[in-house]
C-alpha cells in the first residue's frame, strides 16, 4: 500500500481505491467468466437485452457528492418475466471515468442493457436482497453507502449501476437479470477554473385572450376559455415555474402577453362558451396573488423580454416576408413588450434578445429577428454547428457579422429535461446526465468559458422540478457558477469558435414542417387591411386598435407550432369578430324611390350600432343613369358623414330630373382616404313625371283661359254701350221698341247652371289644368317610397 502511494501523480487515498477496485475485479474475474459460459448457454435474449427485471432510480442523493457524504440511492425492481425469481440481490455498481461528452451520450443510450459490464460491485453490506420477486410486482429497495466506500479517483464522470441478480426455475444459478446505469459526478475539490453558467427560466404560454371586448367604459376582456387559471393554480404549470425559479440564480425569460393576460384576469373578465356566449370569470384573487409572486421573485434579477405573444421567428422568415406588412407586426410586438414588462413586474427588462424556436437559425431567421431591433440571437449548438475541430465547447458569444452576437446555448444541456419526466426514475437521469455533461465541460480545458442552457419553451410541472433541483445542485458545485445572460452575451468570444449561420437547406425538415404557412400570413394582413379601414372611421380608436392589434401579434405565436387547427381557428375568429364589428356601421337598405317633380331630395340614412362616435366618414350618392337622373348637378355626389353612438343620421341628396323611367342609384360610404366602407345599396328611382311638358300643357291651358276672359270682358263693355245709346220707349207713338236679342247680351253670362251652356257636352282637354302631384293620401305607402320635393 506505502509503494501504491508512491504512484507518480496519485495521492494515497486515490491509490488504495485503485487498488481496491482492482482486487475486486482480479477476485471477480472466475466469477463472471463462469457467468459469461452460463449466459452463452442460456436462451437468446432480445437483441437490447435489457432483462426480465426492471431497475428504476427513483432518488439518488446527494446528486453531486463530496468527501464524507453519503449516497442514498433508492428506487424498485420490478420482475417482468412469467417465472419468479429467487435470491434476488440488488447491488451498486462504480464503473470507470468517463472522459468524454460523447461517451455521456453513449452510455445514456445504453442505460438498461446487460451488454457489457459497468465495473464492480460495491458489495458487503451495501447491497438489498429479496427472497422471491413475483411476476408483475415492483419491489422497493433503498441502499445507503459511505462515498468513501465507491473508491472514487480524481474529479470527473464515474458510471453508476443499480444492477439485480438472481435465480429462476430454469436457470437455477446467480444471473444479471436486470440494471440501470445513470453518472456521479465527483469534483471533490473546487475546480480551478469554473464554468460560467447561464439557465434561462422561461415564463411562456399559449395565447389565451380574445380580440373581443365588453361595450363597457373597462372594455372586459374575453377569454378563449379558464386555461390560464389552472395554470397559475396551486399545481399547475406556471405556479410550479414561479414557485421553483423564485428560489433559483436564473435569466427569466417572459412573454409579456403572458404578464397582460394575467394582469386582464385581476380584473373584471369573461370566459368564451358555445356559440355567442359568455360566463364571468371568477380568478381575480388566483391571478393577484400571483403576479404579487412574480414581482417578488423578479425583484433584483435579470428579466429578458420576448418580443410580445412570442412572434415565431422562422415562420415569419420563411413564408411571412413576402407577405406585406408582416415585418411591421414584429415592430409592434418588440415596441410594447419593455411597456408591459416594466407596467406589470416594476422591472426594466432586456429588449435585446431574440429567440428563434430551439435555437434553430438560418441566413434569413437571423435577417428576421434583427429586423426589430435585437442585437442578440439565441441559437443553440446543433444547429450552429462547431467545424473547427475544437476538443472543447467554446463560450456561448460569437460574432456572426452586421454587430449581430450569436449567444449559442449548449445542445446536450438545453435538451436535457426533455420527455416524460413524471416518473422519478426518469427525473433523476436527467438530472444525473445534465450534471455529468456540465462537469465534463468543465473538465474539458482550463479556459474560463460562458455557457448558456436555453430550455424548451414551455417545460412542463415535472421538467421543471427535475430542472430545478439540476440548477440547484449545480450551484451548489465546485466547477460551476450561475452568471446573466447579458454577461454572457458580453464575454469574450473564442477566436476558434464557428461563426458562420447555417444554409437554409440546413434548417432541420421537422421545425420547418411545423412552420405557420404562407396563407396564415395573408390572412392576418387581410385582418390588418381591414382594421387599418375601420379604425380611421372612429371616434376612440384605441378602443379596437389595441385589442386587435394584440391578437394580431397573437396570430403569428410560436405557441402555435404542432397546434395548426387551433392557430387556423384563432385567425379566424379575429378576422370573423372585426368583421361584425365594422359592419355596425352600414346604410339602411332602401326600396324603389318614387320621384315626381323636376327636383326633389332623396334620403338615405347611415346606422352606427357600435358604442362610440364615427367619424371621416363620406356618402357617395351615384346616379348610373345620369342622363336621365342626375345628383347634385352632376352623376354622383358626397356628403360628409357623423354619427354619435347608438343612433342614425339621414343624409339628403337633391336630384334633378331630365326624363320619365327608372334610375338605378348606389350608396356607398368612404373613408377620408377614399377607400369603400362597408357593402353599398342599390335602389331604383322612379321619375312618374316629366315636369317641363307638364308646365308647358299648364301654361298653354292659362294663356287660353286669360285670352276668354279677355273676350268676355269687351263683349259685355261693348253691350252696355249699345244700351246705354238706345232711346226711351215712346207708349204713345204706339210703336211697340223691338224686343232685344239678348236682355244680358252676347258673352253677358255671369253664371252658367251646372250641365247647359257651350262645351257642356265637350270632352276634358289635353290642356285643361291638373295637378302636378297626386293627392295625399291617409292609406298606408305601397312598397315605393315617394321623396319631399
Not at 380580440?211 to 390560464?228: C, K
Amino acid at each position: 500500500m506505502a509503494e501504491a502511494a508512491d504512484f507518480q501523480g496519485t495521492s494515497p487515498s486515490p491509490a488504495r481505491r485503485w487498488l481496491r477496485r482492482t482486487g475486486a475485479l482480479l477476485a471477480g474475474a472466475p466469477l463472471l467468466a463462469g457467468l459469461c459460459q452460463l449466459s452463452a448457454a442460456a436462451p437468446a435474449q432480445a437483441a437490447d437485452d435489457t432483462g426480465s427485471v426492471s431497475v428504476a432510480v427513483d432518488t439518488l442523493s446527494p446528486s453531486v457528492p463530496t468527501e464524507g457524504d453519503t449516497l442514498t440511492v433508492s428506487g424498485t425492481v420490478t420482475n417482468n418475466g412469467k417465472q419468479a425469481v429467487t435470491a434476488a440481490h440488488v447491488g451498486l455498481q462504480v464503473g470507470p471515468e468517463l472522459n468524454t461528452r460523447s461517451s455521456i451520450d453513449t452510455l445514456a443510450d445504453d442505460k438498461d442493457s446487460l451488454q457489457g459490464l459497468t465495473g464492480s460491485e460495491v458489495g458487503g453490506k451495501y447491497e438489498a436482497k429479496f427472497a422471491k420477486l413475483t411476476p408483475g410486482v415492483s419491489e422497493p429497495f433503498s441502499i445507503s453507502v459511505p462515498v468513501d466506500e465507491l473508491d472514487l479517483g480524481d474529479a470527473g464522470v464515474y458510471q453508476f449501476a443499480v444492477s439485480v441478480s438472481g435465480r429462476t426455475a430454469a436457470q437455477a444459478w446467480d444471473q444479471p437479470l436486470g440494471i440501470q446505469r445513470t453518472f456521479l459526478p465527483w469534483q471533490a475539490d473546487e475546480a480551478d477554473t469554473r464554468t460560467r453558467t447561464t439557465f434561462l427560466w422561461p415564463l411562456i404560454s399559449t395565447a389565451h385572450m380574445t380580440a373581443e371586448t365588453g361595450s363597457n367604459a373597462q372594455q372586459t376582456p374575453v377569454f378563449l376559455n379558464d386555461d390560464l387559471a389552472e395554470e397559475i393554480s396551486a399545481g399547475g404549470r406556471l405556479d410550479r415555474m414561479l414557485s421553483l425559479g423564485e428560489n433559483l440564480d436564473v435569466t427569466w425569460v417572459i412573454d409579456p402577453d403572458l404578464l397582460a393576460s394575467v394582469d386582464a384576469m385581476t380584473r373584471s373578465y369573461r370566459i368564451q362558451g358555445a356559440g355567442d356566449t359568455t360566463s364571468p370569470g371568477t380568478h381575480q384573487a388566483l391571478a393577484k396573488q400571483w403576479l404579487a409572486r412574480l414581482q417578488q421573485a423578479v425583484e433584483g434579477k435579470e428579466v429578458v423580454a420576448l418580443p410580445f405573444a412570442d412572434p415565431d421567428l422562422a415562420s415569419l422568415a420563411h413564408n411571412g416576408t413576402s407577405v406585406t406588412g408582416s415585418l411591421s407586426h414584429l415592430d409592434e410586438a418588440t415596441d410594447v413588450a419593455a411597456t408591459t414588462v416594466k407596467t406589470v413586474l416594476h422591472v426594466t427588462p432586456s429588449t435585446d434578445f431574440a429567440w428563434p424556436v430551439n435555437g434553430a437559425v438560418d441566413p434569413s431567421i437571423v435577417k428576421v429577428a434583427t429586423s426589430a431591433g435585437a442585437d442578440k440571437v439565441i441559437a443553440r449548438s446543433d444547429s450552429l454547428q462547431e467545424t473547427a475541430g475544437l476538443s472543447y465547447t467554446p463560450s456561448a458569444a460569437r460574432p456572426i457579422g452586421g454587430g449581430t452576437t450569436a449567444v449559442v446555448a449548449d445542445a446536450r444541456l438545453s435538451t436535457a429535461f426533455q420527455g416524460d419526466l413524471t416518473r422519478a426514475s426518469s427525473a433523476t437521469l436527467a438530472i444525473q446526465r445534465f450534471l455529468a455533461q456540465s462537469l465534463a465541460l468543465d473538465l474539458q480545458t482550463d479556459k474560463q468559458r460562458s455557457i448558456v442552457v436555453a430550455p424548451q419553451r414551455m417545460p412542463s410541472g415535472s421538467q421543471a422540478a427535475a430542472m430545478a433541483q439540476a440548477i440547484t445542485a449545480l450551484q451548489g458545485g465546485t466547477w460551476s457558477q450561475p452568471q446573466k445572460l447579458t454577461a454572457a452575451a458580453a464575454a469574450k468570444p473564442d477566436p476558434e469558435a464557428t461563426t458562420k449561420v447555417p444554409s437554409a437547406s440546413a434548417y432541420p425538415a421537422a421545425l420547418r414542417r411545423q412552420e405557420l404557412p404562407k396563407w396564415a400570413f395573408q390572412q392576418l394582413a387581410s385582418t390588418q387591411n381591414k382594421l387599418d379601414n375601420f379604425k380611421v372611421i372612429l371616434s376612440d380608436q384605441s378602443r379596437v386598435v389595441t385589442p386587435f392589434g394584440r391578437a394580431v401579434n397573437r396570430e403569428m405565436s410560436t405557441s402555435w407550432r404542432g397546434r395548426a387547427t387551433e392557430a387556423s381557428s384563432f385567425r379566424s375568429d379575429v378576422e370573423a369578430y372585426l368583421d361584425e364589428l365594422t359592419s355596425q356601421v352600414s346604410l339602411i337598405d332602401k326600396s324603389e324611390t318614387k320621384l315626381s317633380g323636376r327636383s326633389a331630395t332623396i334620403p338615405v340614412t347611415v346606422q352606427n350600432n357600435l358604442v362610440q362616435g364615427v367619424e371621416h366618414l363620406r356618402l357617395r350618392l351615384t346616379s348610373l343613369s345620369p342622363n336621365r337622373l342626375e345628383i347634385g348637378g352632376s352623376s354622383s355626389y358626397e356628403q360628409p358623414v357623423e354619427v354619435s353612438g347608438g343612433h342614425s343620421q339621414t343624409v339628403k341628396f337633391t336630384t334633378t330630373a331630365n326624363a320619365n323611367g327608372k334610375a338605378s342609384v348606389i350608396a356607398q360610404l368612404y373613408t377620408e382616404d377614399g377607400q369603400p366602407y362597408g357593402e353599398p345599396v342599390r335602389f331604383d328611382v322612379k321619375v312618374t313625371e316629366f315636369t317641363a311638358t307638364v308646365m308647358l300643357v299648364i301654361g298653354g291651358g292659362v294663356l287660353l283661359l286669360v285670352l276668354a276672359g279677355f273676350r268676355m270682358y269687351t263683349q259685355r263693355k261693348r253691350a252696355a254701350a249699345r244700351a246705354a245709346e238706345q232711346p226711351a220707349p215712346d207708349d204713345e207713338a204706339g210703336e211697340t221698341a223691338a224686343a232685344p236679342e239678348n236682355p244680358e247680351g252676347p258673352g253677358n253670362r255671369l253664371r252658367e247652371e251646372p250641365g247647359t251652356g257651350p262645351g257642356a257636352d265637350t270632352p276634358a282637354q289635353p290642356s285643361d289644368l291638373t295637378a302636378d302631384t297626386e293627392a295625399e293620401s291617409a292609406d298606408p305607402s305601397g312598397t315605393g317610397e315617394r321623396v319631399d320635393r
